[in-house]
């Protein structure tokens, strides 16, 4: 079963926008990490943030952690047309002693120039 | 350079025959995983691999083997394949809880 489900799970914007992807997991996690994919190539690693954090950021991008409500959100500022692409949330589980690292459904962005 | 190589990048196939994609990584990383991509249904795990002769199902490992006989390398096995399993399958290995480093496909028809 997926842990990671984001939504929306398409969005286009213009050049300039901001967007917003968010993911919802269902169980505790160590990290969440969100991960970018231009089409059908490898997935590359965008940010981690801790389950003891609650916001990061990294250049245009800025993620945010609700432990409580088991969900992340990814925000892209001044978005650029070189940001299309599908984004993914990644959760790493240790449950049982087994180690879990389970990818969502994606978003698919899609920045107009 | 840090990287994890996987072949064939493209590959068709007749139900039935026996395949194996290969996978290699340089960084010395204990885990690697397998994952098939479909549209509309994300990165689905087939196998894990936590360390040399350590292994486990993910959540889609029917019809699929592997084997993890030294550290750099993680084979995934169609022992005998359908048409269901062409897909877009990515190797990942990382270390930790840190980022994960995928190779670049393989694009897998079956017929």
């Known amino acids: 079963s997926q842990q990671g489900e984001e939504d929306p799970q398409a969005l286009s914007i213009q050049e300039g926008e901001n967007a917003t992807m968010n993911c919802s997991y269902k169980?505790?996690?160590?990290?969440l990490q969100w991960y970018r994919q231009n089409s059908g190539r490898g997935l590359v690693h965008l940010i981690l943030?801790?389950?003891?954090?609650r916001e990061k950021h990294s250049g245009r991008l800025r993620v945010t952690l609700d432990t409580s409500k088991k969900s992340s959100s990814l925000l892209i500022t001044a978005s650029r047309a070189a940001d299309t692409a599908s984004y993914f949330c990644?959760?790493?589980?240790?449950?049982?002693?087994?180690?879990?690292?389970?990818f969502g459904t994606g978003t698919r962005l899609k920045v107009l120039a | 350079e840090a990287q994890v190589t996987q072949n064939p990048r493209y590959l068709i196939t007749v139900t039935g025959k026996k395949l194996t994609v290969t996978c290699s990584q340089n960084?010395?990383?204990?885990?690697m995983s397998w994952y098939r991509q479909d549209p509309g249904l994300g990165l689905r795990q087939i196998y894990y691999?936590?360390?040399?002769?350590?292994?486990d199902k993910g959540d889609v490992p029917e019809g699929y083997k592997v084997s993890r006989k030294e550290k750099r390398n993680f084979p995934l096995i169609l022992e005998s394949p359908s048409p269901n399993q062409t897909s877009l399958y990515f190797c990942?290995?990382?270390?930790?809880?840190?980022?994960?480093?995928f190779g670049q496909g393989t694009r897998l028809t079956v017929v």
């Open positions: 943030i801790r389950s003891n954090e």
């Open positions: 169980t505790s996690i160590n990290n």
């Open positions: 990644a959760t790493a589980t240790t449950t049982s002693g087994t180690y879990k690292y389970i």
């Open positions: 990942a290995s990382k270390v930790g809880d840190g980022e994960a480093f």
């Open positions: 691999s936590m360390n040399v002769e350590v292994t």
């Open positions: 960084m010395n990383h204990e885990y």
